[in-house]
Each structure stands twice: as C-alpha cells, then as structure tokens.
C-alpha cells in the first residue's frame, strides 16, 4: 500500500511540473511544401529557387528558427535568404524561407538528394536539453542534373492598365507609334529548365459594348523569363485609339499553339490625367532628328551639292516641262484663235451697222 501511494505522489508531482513549473510550450507548426525538388531537370551553372512557408497555429510568442543541411554532396549549393538562424515574430503566422540552389558548372549529371532541417523554439531557449519543448520539420532536397534542355512554360494572369494619350509634339506620328502604346502586363511561370518566353502575344481592341473591333495589334519580342522563375512582362502594341473606355482581348501564344487567353476592360485619359512620364528617350530621339536634319544641311552647304541636286530636277523633270509646252502652245492657239473670232464679229457687225447710218443721213 505504501508502495502505490508513492507511486500516485510521483505520478501526480511529474503532472504538476508540467502543468505548473515546466516553460510554456508553443502551438502547432508545420511547412509547406514538404521539399526542394525542380518541376523538370535543371542544367549545371544554373540558379534555382523554391519559397518554403513556415506555418504556425498561434502566433502569441517570438519563435526562432534553426536551419541545417544535410545534404553531403550538395551543401555548398544551398543558401538560404534569411540564414541558418533567424526569428519568427510574434502575431505572424506565415514566413517565407527561399531556398537557392546554385549548380557549379562542372557539376556531374545525375541526381543529388539531402534534407533540411527547421527546429522550432522560443526565441532564447535553450533545447539542448531538459523538456524537449522545439518542434521542428524536414524539407526533403530531390534535384536532377541534366544537359537536355526542357522548354515550357504557363501564364498565370494577365492586365492592361490605363493609359493616356499623348500631347504635342509627342501624339505626332512619327513619335507616338513609339510611345503611344497599350501594354499588357502578362505573369509568366517559367517551368523549364533554359530562358523562355511566349513566342507572340495578339491583342484584339473592341469598343465597350464587344461589338466592333477597333484595332489588332501583335508583338514578337516578349522579353524571357530565367529558369523556373516567375515574372511579369510586358507585351507592347501602338495604337491611335481616343480617349474612352475599351475591351481588351489577349491570346498568347507558344509557337503555332495558344495557350491563353482572356479579356479585360481598360480606360485611355485625355492628355494629363495620369501626369505618366515618358522618361529621356522621346527627348533623346527629338534631339537626334535635329542633329541629323542639321548635319545633312551643313553637308549640302558644304560640298555645295545643291547646283547638282538642281541640274538632277532639271534633267528628270522633262516630261513635265515638255507637258507644259504643250499645253501652253494649245492655250495660246485657243486664245488666238477666240480673239480672231471676236474680231470677225466686230467687223461683221461694224459693217452691217453702217448702211443704216447712211440711209438716216
């Protein structure tokens, strides 16, 4: 008996530390995803990038992080944006990690496996023993290396902000289809292993009721997207459109294949409602014309070419010249010829009118 109430002393004394004296421990983590793996294999001398989220249930206390890799053949590839050790703060429930995986050039083909270990603790607690009170979670590392090249890749969304049209002297021609332009802002996810890029865009401009079309425009040089990336680049199409509000209908191409398309509504402002800046380069084009119209005219001047340029007018402009003397030869036969005319009327008409001055004298 004695021996049963000791045990029930022990047993209620280790509940009591736990519950009374033991440091408070933390609510539930986890991650997501689970691993460092490449949608498709990567080449060596390639970066690679994956964001691992570090979730927690409750966020009522600083936490800290503790990174290791374990990954023999292909620690030195890794590094991580916030470091081996690093906080998770209070009243934030998710937190981003970037892994980067940095092939050497010289990297063998093949695959190259490891893992990463988090351990979760308040921040300044001593895990190294005592109540085990860290948790903690592994992301697995899986990457291929390979020399084929792998092309593909997705369109996540696509946009088309408001513009303004352009005032003097840029809305003249020879400026405006330059920097008078509708651009669409398409998210590309690079899901191949070299630089890629959608191979045209074809925008198609309808007034707001989608009945007429108003304009059709097709860009061919979409700037590329680095492996495994995403990124949001910019489709650029001239237009002469007015100020008003529009549809805007995209297809996005990979080779002969359209792998999206979507609409959106966007508005073109009178000049000055956005104040957008146009930057140096409508300046630095003005400049140049004027440099190059003023050089070509101090040549000439110069090399006083133009009694040459005169003689070459002179010598293909004959038709021209011979067509005016012929017309002016015809112009002064008919004129001739009506003055002649005239006069025989007037002497006709001065001898029938002097019998009857005769007769009355």
């Known amino acids: 008996m004695p021996y049963i109430i000791a045990k029930r002393i022990v047993f209620l004394s280790l509940i009591l ?7 408070q421990a933390f609510a539930g983590f986890g991650i ?3 691993h460092v793996k490449t949608i498709k294999p990567i080449f060596p001398g390639s970066h690679y990038e ?9 966020a009522e206390e600083d936490l800290e992080a503790i990174i290791k890799v374990n990954a023999p053949n292909i620690a030195k590839w890794i590094s991580l944006d916030k470091g081996e050790v690093f906080d998770l703060p209070k009243n934030e429930l998710k937190i981003p990690m970037v892994v980067r995986v940095d092939v050497p050039s010289d990297a063998e083909i093949g695959n190259y496996q490891g893992y990463i ?6 921040k300044g607690q001593n895990t190294g023993g005592g109540v085990a009170i860290a948790l903690g979670a592994r992301v697995d590392i899986d990457l291929n290396i390979t020399n084929e090249s792998f092309f593909d890749f997705t369109i996540r969304k696509f946009d088309i ?3 303004e049209m352009l005032s003097k002297p840029w809305s003249w021609r020879i400026f405006s289809q330059f920097f008078y332009r509708i651009k669409a802002e398409i998210s590309v996810k690079n899901t191949g292993n070299v630089k890629v890029a959608p191979s045209k865009a074809i925008l198609e401009v309808y007034d707001l009721n989608k009945e007429k079309l108003l304009e059709t425009g097709v860009d061919k040089k979409i700037p590329k997207v680095e492996p495994f990336q995403t990124k949001t680049v910019a489709a650029s199409f001239p237009t002469k459109l007015p100020a008003g509000q529009y549809w805007g209908k995209i297809k996005v ?8 398309k979507d609409e959106t509504i966007f508005l073109i402002n009178p000049p000055g409602t956005l104040n957008s800046k ?6 630095l084009m003005l400049t140049g014309i004027i440099v190059v119209l003023a050089i070509a005219i101090f040549v000439l001047i110069k090399i006083k070419i133009w009694r040459y340029i005169f003689a070459v007018i002179f010598a293909i402009s004959w038709p021209l010249r011979l ?8 112009w002064r036969s008919l004129n001739k010829q009506f003055w002649l005319k005239m006069h025989q009327k007037a002497m006709k008409y001065q001898k029938e009118s002097q019998p009857d001055k005769d007769n009355k004298k």
């Open 32 to 34: 997501t995803p689970p």
């Open 323 to 330: 067509l005016c003397r012929i017309l002016r030869s015809i």
């Open 161 to 163: 902000p408001d513009i």
């Open 278 to 283: 146009l930057g140096f380069l409508p300046w």
């Open 117 to 122: 270990n988090i351990q979760v603790s308040p």
């Open 17 to 23: 530390y736990f519950f009374v004296f033991a440091p």
């Open 50 to 58: 994956q964001t691992i989220t570090l979730l927690r249930s409750s």
């Open 253 to 260: 191409y990979r080779d002969q294949e359209v792998v999206y």
